[in-house]
């Protein structure tokens, strides 16, 4: 088996398991949640099995949403994001990405940040517009949405310098 396999099965159990005993228990002022096991899906490769980030993300949300007892939300972000994650990544690094070799947990620069950015805030809408289920809660949404991401990427952030290789 490819170390490549190893290395993604490891990141999904421990950030599954960090957001589950650590991050669920955190609600900063009543509306702020911190999300970083998305990360996982951030961090999948570029040319990894598209079937397989999907197979994965939606493992990911549904064990998530046994623990949180969140009725499926997870799931359905997890699977959005992991969805438009191709469209990100043209956003974020233009359309030759596939041909590049983009490491994101290397040197943070503007078009790494962009695309964490963009994929935590449609992981984020989509999850909270499902707790709120309805249009009247627009402000409520809004504002749990860019608060939540806000703590969600300064979380992933310092994760990925945690785990970034020294190059000496």
Known sequence: MNSSLFLNIFRFVTLLAIQIIVFNN??????ISPFPYILFIILYPVNGNKSGLLIASFLLGIILDMFSNSGGIHT??????AYFRPAV??????VSYEYQT???NDVLTPER???ILVSVLIH???LFILVAFQ????????IRTILS???????CIIIIYLIKPNKR
Not at 89 to 94: D, E, I, L, N, V
């Open 26 to 31: 955190i609600n900063l002022f009543g509306f």
């Open 76 to 81: 359905t972000a997890c699977l959005t994001l």
């Open 89 to 94: 990544f043209k956003f974020a690094f233009g």
């Open 102 to 104: 983009i490491k994101l």
């Open 113 to 115: 940040f962009s695309f």
């Open 124 to 126: 984020h809408l989509t």
């Open 135 to 142: 249009f009247s809660f627009f402000w409520d949404i809004l």
């Open 149 to 155: 991401s806000v703590l969600t990427i300064a979380i």
